[in-house]
């Protein structure tokens, strides 16, 4: 009887973990979801219940939360996405390990750096924030430099780089707000946040993507790509923040509407009605959907503002766009390139399902904050919510990128 063959020893920890640009980014990202939202769960109960001993941020507490969630946990897993998939797409060889370490290093070292800055020290937050403008450019050179040795134009590559030079321009924006720079400064680095760097990413991965999965195993699917939807996307949201940053919410609408319904064209034109399975597959396009379901509410509240004169559902839009849109399609995006890039079935599990579903609950807590009441209740409940919903998400996910390929493939 022959013995069973065996696979190799596993490498060393730290050599797995830098075997791909996707396991050291995304890991990065998942701590991040925990710690983000831990912080935010913990201020918000302290601001609720009175909690008179837990340390005060030196930034407005808003703004800190905008700020580490949007360029600290959810960077790390476009970086660990776009790291591993430029080269793919631009026909160029993978990346050395040289070339993607010190981003992850930079993100995530300037990120633990910055969160510890808000427990009471701006000399840990400004150095953490230069830390990850630091990366963030690292990053921005790296992809771009791909670009270059590729030699020709790709409309979603180049969509993906303007992003990151925004987003970069927004760490450098809060940087000169925590060195003494007006307070305009930071408004900026806010918003570019929302509509320079997230959005325009999310959407660039969307319009690549999910006509592309879709393609791949539903029968008798009809790959929808426009060439123009990218540059009208992001026309429209270059108008939707030079009306925000000049103080025009009344007209607002003007650029919100037309967001709504060209994000919407795209959510019907993908058909998601032949993409019900597998699971992995409808969860991109239930993702998806809450795109214009938030710019249909942002421009009714513009439009309601300019009607009556009062403001009406406060920031239940920009959660709708951020725990629905960039949450879900988080879930949905991570767990099939984590399952993908690790020799394991395409198929969405009990737990990423449970994170999704959960993940829509919290969406409506984060709501219902919005309608009156006791708000910081329900904020709490939301944030309490979201730790809940990716607890188990998050320990399956960095057992994956701590351990070999399932089918002992390298990376």
Sequence with gaps: MRDPISRPPAPPLPALLAAAPHRPLF????????????WWTAELAALRFGWRGWPQPPVPPGWAHAMLAQYGMLPPFMLGFLLTVFPRWLGRPALPRARYLPVAGAVFGGYLLAHAGLLGSMALLRAGFALMLLGHLAGLATLGGVLRAAGRRDA???SCLAAFAL???GLAAFLAFLLGAPARCGLLAVKLGTFGLLLPVYFTVSHRMIPFFSGNVAPGYRVYRPRWSLPLAWALLAAHLALDLAGAPRRLWLADLPLALLFGWH??????WKARRPGLLAVLHLAFAWLPVAFALYAAQSLWLLATGTPALGLAPLHVLAI???????????????????GRPLR???VPWLCFALLQGVLLLRVRAELGGDAYL????????WLLAFLPWVLR??????TPRADGAPG
């Design 324 to 342: 629905g849109y960039f949450g879900s399609m988080l879930v949905a995006m991570v767990t099939r390139v984590t399952h993908g890039h690790s």
């Design 167 to 169: 987003g970069a321009l």
């Design 397 to 402: 996910s960095a057992w994956i990128y701590l």
């Design 156 to 158: 979603h590559a180049l």
């Design 348 to 350: 969405m599990g009990a």
């Design 378 to 385: 329900w904020l709490v409940l939301a944030g309490a919510g």
């Design 267 to 272: 959510a019907l034109a993908w058909q998601p």
């Design 27 to 38: 890991l990065a990202g998942a701590l991040a979801v925990l710690t983000s939202m831990a």
